[in-house]
């Protein structure tokens, strides 16, 4: 039997995002789409890396259950800590509100344009995600779905 794959936090998510952007180089540009150009060895937004931390915290498909509860949770509150670590305090709803957007797609794109700053470096990208990671406590393990959001840790 393979070992058992670690609980989803929003400290691995995040460290895993770091791990792979460290291996892989920032990406910036006005083009997010380039087939051909993405995928495990090219260079990567925020946002992507973000990405490719949760995908590396997702449960196998064939698990059921409190494992994808716990999962969920988990990639929402790595969402929240990373983007309220971006602003330095907590993204504040009317901001989502005013511009028409969910939350979800508001954080996604303070992820996207804080990585597309101009003389934006990779290390800076990795240092980001690896100090949002630490500002989540890594004793926290998400067995009870629907614990409380990070909103006031930043």
């Given amino acids: 039997m393979p070992p058992r794959k670690p609980r989803a936090t929003p400290a691995r998510i995040l460290t895993a995002a770091a791990d792979h952007i460290e291996r892989v180089g920032l990406y910036q540009g006005d083009q997010l789409w380039q087939p051909g150009r993405m995928g495990n060895t090219a260079p990567c937004t925020v946002l992507?890396?973000?990405a490719r931390g949760v995908r590396a915290a997702r449960p196998h498909w064939s698990v059921r259950g409190e494992p994808w509860d716990i999962f969920q949770r988990a990639l929402f509150d790595s969402l929240v800590v990373l983007s309220n670590h971006i602003n330095g305090r907590p993204v504040a709803p009317i901001r989502w509100r005013r511009l028409g957007l969910g939350e979800d797609a508001y954080r996604r794109t303070l992820l996207w344009c804080w990585g597309d700053a101009p003389e934006r470096t990779t290390a800076e990208a990795a240092a980001l995600l690896r100090s949002a990671a630490s500002l989540?406590?890594?004793?926290?393990?998400?067995?009870?779905?629907?614990?409380?959001t990070l909103q006031n840790m930043v």
């Fill in 48 to 50: 992507h890396a973000w």
């Fill in 136 to 148: 989540y406590p890594s004793g926290v393990d998400h067995t009870v779905p629907g614990c409380p």
